[in-house]
C-alpha cells in the first residue's frame, strides 16, 4: 500500500513563527502536492513538485514556501505564520505519467490540522 | 475555468438506505472525474474515476458514478448505505489548460442514522 505520512496531526504555533510541515512518501512517487481544507471551500492547491528540486505554484501560494531535496520528501513552509492560515494541511503524492498526470490518483496522509495564535 | 459544485452541503440518511451525491463540473472538453472519500481524522481516498469508455463507473465499497455529459454531472450513488460510510465526500475534476492540476469540489458531509 502507498504510504503519505504527515510529521504532526496537530500544530499549535504563534503568530510569526515559522512553521515547517513535512510529508514523506514510500512509493517512489514523482508528483508530491500541498492542499489546504477549510469547510466549505475543499481542498484548494498551495504548491505542488514534478520532481526533485522542482516546485510550481499552485492557486493560493502567497505565504508560504515549499522544498523538495529528495524524492520522497516534501516541505511545506510558512515563513511567518498568520492567524489566516489556520487549518488542515494535506499532502498527496502520485505517480508521474507526464502527460497525463490529472488521470493519475493522489494518495493522500492523513493531514495536520495547525491552529496559529 | 474549470470548477466543480456540490449542492448538498450535508446530508442524512438511515441505514440501509440509499443514497445518491451530487457533483457538476463545468469544463469544455471531455473531464476527468474523480469521487474521493475522507472518514474522520483521515485524508482522502479515491472511491473511482472516469476518464473515458463507459458511463457508469464502479468504484470500492459499493460505490458506483455515473457521467452524465447533457447534464454535466458525475453524481455518486449507493444502493444501500452502511453506518461506516459516514464521511466527507469530495467530487474533483482534472484540468489541463494551465498546468495539470485536479480542482475539488466543496465537500459533501454525509451522516448516517442507525
Known amino acids: 500500500d502507498v504510504k503519505v505520512t504527515q510529521s504532526s496531526r496537530y500544530l499549535v504555533k504563534r503568530t510569526g513563527e515559522k512553521v515547517f510541515l513535512e510529508c514523506v512518501q514510500d512509493?517512489?512517487?514523482?508528483?508530491m502536492f500541498w492542499y489546504r481544507q477549510d469547510p466549505g471551500l475543499g481542498l484548494r492547491l498551495i504548491y505542488f513538485s514534478y520532481d526533485v528540486k522542482m516546485k510550481e505554484k499552485g492557486d493560493i501560494p502567497e505565504g508560504y514556501s515549499v522544498s523538495r531535496e529528495k524524492k520522497e520528501r516534501f516541505s511545506l513552509i510558512l515563513e511567518s505564520a498568520s492567524t489566516n492560515q489556520t487549518s488542515m494541511y494535506l499532502c498527496?503524492?502520485?505517480?508521474?505519467?507526464?502527460?497525463?498526470?490529472?488521470?493519475?490518483?493522489?494518495?493522500f496522509g492523513p493531514g495536520t490540522r495547525l491552529l496559529v495564535l | 475555468a474549470q470548477s466543480v459544485t456540490q449542492p448538498d452541503i450535508h446530508i442524512t440518511v438511515s441505514e440501509g438506505a440509499s443514497l445518491e451525491l451530487r457533483c457538476n463540473y463545468s469544463?469544455?472538453?471531455?473531464?476527468?472525474l474523480f469521487w474521493y472519500v475522507q472518514s474522520p481524522g483521515q485524508g482522502l481516498q479515491l472511491l473511482l474515476k472516469y476518464f473515458s469508455g463507459d458511463t457508469l463507473v464502479q468504484g470500492i465499497k459499493g460505490f458506483e458514478a455515473e457521467f452524465k455529459r447533457s447534464q454535466s454531472s458525475f453524481n455518486l450513488r449507493k444502493p444501500s448505505v452502511h453506518w461506516s460510510d459516514a464521511a466527507e465526500y469530495f467530487c474533483a475534476v482534472g484540468e489541463t489548460t494551465s498546468y495539470d492540476k485536479v480542482i475539488f469540489g466543496p465537500g459533501t458531509s454525509l451522516s448516517v442514522i442507525p
Open positions: 498527496a503524492s502520485s505517480l508521474s505519467q507526464q502527460g497525463a498526470r490529472v488521470r493519475e490518483t493522489q494518495y
Open positions: 512509493m517512489d512517487h514523482e508528483n
Open positions: 469544463y469544455g472538453a471531455t473531464p476527468y
